[in-house]
C-alpha cells in the first residue's frame, strides 16, 4: 500500500506557521520567566551525582555516601555534569539547559506532520503550541528536572520514527527512543507504542521486519540492555532504587487524572477530538495520531502503575501535554485532507481551512490561557520545595555539627537534592529511601529499618519529617536521641542529636574517640582484623565508622585493604549463614557494605540477610507518614 503524499501547500502558509511556532516558543519562555520557577529539590539530586561522577568519586549522592541509584533519569544527570566542565554554576546550568530543551521541544513536535506526510509545515502543525500556555508544562520544564528533556525526546523521536517510517530508511529514531529510555524509566512504554504503529503500519503494508526493523531494535537493545547490566554491575540492583522506595506510596491516581482533566478540560477533549479526526485523513496523518495517542497514554499508564506523585502541578503529565497538541494537528491535518479530497476544493475556498485551523488553534490556546492566568500567580507565590531553601536548613544542620569535629559526619536526613549540593563532606543516609538501598528495600518493614540504622550508625544527626517521621516510632533508636542545642532547629520539631556526642568523645568509638584516633594506618588494621577473627565485627565496623567520620583519607588504610576485609568478612558471614547464625552473618556482611561502600553487592548481600532476620509483614501498612 503506498505511502500517500501531499501536494506542497502555498509559501506563506508555510512562513506564517514557521512564524506561529516561533511565537508559540516565545510564548513558553514569557511563560517560564513569569513562573521564575527556583530549582526544586528533587533536581538537586541529579545535581548531587553529576557533581561527585564528573569529580571522580563515582555515582553517589555525596563522595562520602553509599553507591546506590538514588536518580531515575541517567541521561539528564550526565548532561548536568558539563557543568563542572565549564566550571558554571550547577543550578542555574540546570535550570538554563531545561529551559532550552523546552524550547525546542515546540519546533520537534511541529516537525511531525511534515515528517509524515514529506510536505512543508502548514498552519495546523503550530497546534502543538497550545503546550506553551499549559502552567503545569512551563513549571516542570524550568525546574531543573528531566521534564523538558523527556518531552524534547519525545518530539525527536517521533518525527524520527514518522520520516523513517514514510522513506522506509533510516535508523535514528532507535537512538531517540534509547536516548529517552536513559531520560525516565517508563520509556519502554513509548518505545511499545511506537512499535506497535511501526509494525502496524508495516503490516498493513504487507512488508516483512528487515534490515531498518533490525538496526533500530539494535540501538534500543543496546542502550537499554547496556544501561541495564551496568545497573546491576554497579548498582547491584535490576531497578533504580527509587522504585523501591515508592512502591508502597500511595497518591490516589483516579484524582490526578481526574484533577488535571478538570483544570485543562478544553485541552483534552480537543486532543480527544484530534484523534478521531486524524483517523479520515491519509494513512500518514492517522499514524500521527495514532503516536501522538498512544504516547499519551504510555505516559497516564505511568502515572497509574505509580499512583500519582506528591508533587504538585501534576509533574508526570507534564512531559506529555505536548502529545495533546500533537493530537489536534493530527486531527486537523486529517480534516483538511478529507475536506480537500471529497470536494476537490481550489485555492480560493481551500483557504478557508487553514484559516479554520488557526481559528481553532487560538480557541484552545485561549482557553488555556485562561487557566493559567488563574494558576500561574498561585504556583508562583507557592513553588515546590526549592534546593535552595534546604540549602538554608543545611547550614543551620552544619552549625550544629561543628563543635563535634567530623569532618564526614553522617546525617539522617531525607530531602536529598540540598544535602548532596550544600553539604558535600556528609555521608548521607537517606531516611526517606531514595538514596538508601537498606531503607527503600525495607520500606513498611520498620523492625528492619530500625535495626540498620542502630547497628550500621546511628547517624550523628537524624531528621524525622514527612517521608522520614516513622522513625519516630523505633523506641530503641530514638532512646539515643536528644534534642539538637541549635534554638533555630530545635523550633523545627524534628530534629535529633545523638546524645553524649561532644568536641572530645563520641559514644560509637569503641573505646573512646581518643583512644581510636590516635591509631596509626597499621594499628586501625589490626584492631579491625582482631575484632573480626573474635567474632565481634559490630566492634570493627564501629572501629571504622568513628575513624572515618573523624581523619583524612590519608590516614584510612587504602582501598585495596578495604576490599580485602570486605572480602574476608563475606567469606565469614557464608560460613555463619550456612550453620545457621544468620544475626552474627549479617553483622558480617554489613562490616563489608561499609568499608567498602564503592561495591553495591555486598550491601545487597547484607539486606538480603536482614530481610531473612527480619521477613516482611504480610500486613499492608498505611504509609499516612506521607501526609
Known sequence: ????????????????????????????????????????????????????FFRGFGLRLTPASQVVEAFSNPLWTALLGLSVLLRIDPLVFAKVLACACALLTIPAFAAWGPAAEARPLRLEDAAVGTASAVTSFAYWSASGMETALHSLLLGVSGALLLRELRQGQGAACGLALGLLALTRPEAPL????????????????RKMPAWQELKIALWIVAMVGG?????????????????????????????????????????????????????????????RGALAAL?????????????GDWMREWRFIAPIVPCLGACIAAGLSGI??????????????????????LALIGIVFAAEARV?????????????????????????????????????????LPDLGGLGVYLRNAEVIDVAGLADYAIAHHANNYPAIEDYLLWEGPPTILDAHGPSGHIRAFPSLMTLYQPPSS???????????????DGSEDPRCPGGKKSVLSLSVE?????????????????ALMLWRCARAYQTEAQLPAQVWRAQSAVKAERQALQLSAAGNLINALRYMSFAAVVDSGNAHHRRRAEEYRERLFPRSSAKGLTSHLN
Not at 508502597?248 to 484524582?255: K, L, Q
Open 1 to 52: 500500500m503506498p505511502i500517500e503524499h501531499q501536494p506542497p501547500g502555498p509559501a506563506l502558509e508555510r512562513w506564517v506557521a514557521l512564524l506561529l511556532v516561533l511565537l508559540c516558543a516565545a510564548a513558553l519562555g514569557a511563560h517560564i520567566a513569569y513562573l521564575n520557577v527556583p530549582v526544586v529539590d528533587d533536581a538537586g539530586i541529579s545535581i548531587s551525582y553529576a557533581l561527585t
Open 336 to 357: 483538511r485532507n478529507r475536506v480537500g479530497r471529497t470536494f476537490a476544493l481550489r485555492r480560493p475556498l481551500f483557504a478557508a481551512l487553514p484559516i479554520g485551523a
Open 227 to 287: 544501561y541495564e547490566l551496568f545497573r546491576w554491575i554497579y548498582f547491584a540492583s535490576v531497578l533504580p532504587n527509587t522504585y523501591y522506595a515508592k512502591r508502597f506510596w500511595e497518591f490516589s491516581p483516579a484524582g490526578y487524572l481526574r484533577d488535571f482533566y478538570g483544570a485543562h478540560r478544553v485541552l483534552c477533549i480537543a486532543a480527544g477530538a484530534g484523534f478521531l479526526g486524524s483517523t479520515v485523513g491519509s494513512g500518514a496523518v492517522f499514524r
Open 487 to 501: 534554638t533555630e532547629l530545635r523550633m523545627m520539631g524534628s530534629f535529633f542529636v545523638l546524645r553524649g556526642l
Open 523 to 539: 594499628e586501625l588494621r589490626r584492631r579491625n582484623h582482631e575484632h573480626l577473627e573474635s567474632g565481634q565485627p559490630h566492634l
Open 372 to 412: 493559567a492566568q488563574n494558576r500561574s500567580p498561585d504556583v508562583k507565590r507557592g513553588p515546590e520545595l526549592p534546593v535552595r531553601y534546604i540549602g538554608e536548613v543545611v547550614e543551620r544542620v552544619r552549625r550544629e555539627l561543628q563543635p563535634f569535629g567530623e569532618l564526614h559526619p553522617i546525617v539522617g
Open 190 to 205: 513509548y518505545i511499545g507504542g511506537a512499535a506497535l504503529v511501526w509494525m502496524s503500519t508495516r503490516l498493513v503494508q
Open 295 to 307: 504516547f499519551v497514554l504510555s505516559g497516564l499508564a505511568f502515572v497509574w502503575q505509580s499512583k
